[in-house]
Every structure is written in structure tokens, then in C-alpha cells.
């Protein structure tokens, strides 16, 4: 069966071959678009990062169909990530790339290794403001709010937060 799946994807260290985040998260796509179907991508955006570092990210985010099921496509967007050379390490340390499962066209999906919606997704500008451009319509099934709807409660709680994102 045929999913759509919202994925929201970051990083900010340079790639040895690569280089600049924007350009790992460009080749990104690229990779997975061999073997899933881009229904859309967002701009690629220059964001501050959330949490303790300095080092500002490049952000995105995509829709994507794919008969992969959660499980399957995690593995998949994993993969990619140890192919990008990410190393798991600190929680909220610099990384290379991230690729995020946000939403899919099932609803939810509980397991011990993923959640759908992604739990971060409404305290996250960086990963709204991309979604607003390709997914602003698209339910949020945790509390049945549109993405439209949690980005502007979000640029209400933390305007300076949510400006320090560029487009
Ligand atoms: N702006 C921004 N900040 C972050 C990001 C990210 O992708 N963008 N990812 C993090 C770890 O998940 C921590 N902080």
C-alpha cells in the first residue's frame, strides 16, 4: 500500500565530499529519491540551533510516498544517515545529518523505537517552518491540529525563537 509520509531532515557539519550542510541535505534527497517517490520538498533554510550549541543548521523537509511501512522506512532513512558518516553521539551534539520521520498518511505509530507524530514536532520551529510550505494542511493526529496551527501557537510561545529561522 501506498504511504505518504511527512520527514523532516538537518544538519550542521560539513561533509568531507559533500561539504556545506545544505548541500549533504541536497545529496540527501537525492539518495532517497532512488528509492522513494519526492511528492514535494520545502527550501532548504538556514536555522539557529535549539539547545546548547552554536553552530547554526540547515533544515528542510519533505513529503514522500513510499509502500514502506514506519519500520521499513526508518531503516532506510537510518541507513542514510551512517552512509552521511553520522555517528550516534550526544543527544543534541552537531551531526552531519538527521533525518526525522515527522508524519505519515496512517496516523499514529507507537513503538519503542519510533514515534509518529514525531513527540518534538510542535516545540520545533525548525522543523514547522520548513513543513508550513508543503504541509501546512496536513493534520497533526496527537491533537488533531493542522501543522499551520501548531507553528503559529509555537510563534506565539517563542517569537524569537521562530525569527531566528531564514528561509
Ligand atoms: N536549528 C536546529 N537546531 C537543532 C537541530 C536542527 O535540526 N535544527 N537538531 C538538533 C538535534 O536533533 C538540535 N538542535
Known amino acids: ?15 568531507g565530499r559533500h561539504g556545506a550542510p545544505r548541500a549533504v541535505l541536497a545529496a540527501a534527497l537525492d539518495a532517497l529519491a532512488a528509492d522513494v517517490d519526492i511528492v514535494a520538498c520545502s527550501a532548504i533554510i538556514d ?16 513529503i514522500i510516498a513510499s509502500d514502506l511501512e514506519p519500520p521499513g522506512l526508518l531503516l ?22 538527521d533525518i526525522d520521520l515527522l508524519l505519515w498518511s496512517g496516523g499514529r505509530w507507537r513503538s519503542p523505537a519510533l514515534s509518529i507524530p514525531h513527540a518534538e514536532l510542535a516545540r520545533r520551529a525548525f ?23 501548531l507553528h503559529s501557537r509555537l510563534t506565539r510561545a517563542r517569537p524569537a525563537h521562530n525569527a531566528a529561522h531564514r528561509v
Open 76 to 97: 532506510r532513512v537510518k541507513r542514510l544517515e551512517r552512509a552521511f558518516g553520522r555517528r550516534r553521539g550526544r543527544r543534541w551534539g552537531d551531526r552531519v545529518l
Open 1 to 15: 500500500m501506498r504511504h505518504l509520509y511527512a520527514i523532516g531532515l538537518g544538519g550542521n557539519r560539513r561533509h
Open 47 to 62: 536555522t539557529a540551533p535549539l539547545g546548547p550549541g552554536t553552530r547554526r543548521f540547515a533544515n528542510a523537509a519533505a
Open 127 to 149: 522543523v514547522l517552518v520548513p513543513m508550513l510550505a508543503i504541509a501546512a494542511h496536513w493534520p497533526v493526529a496527537a491533537d488533531a491540529r493542522a501543522v499551520r496551527h
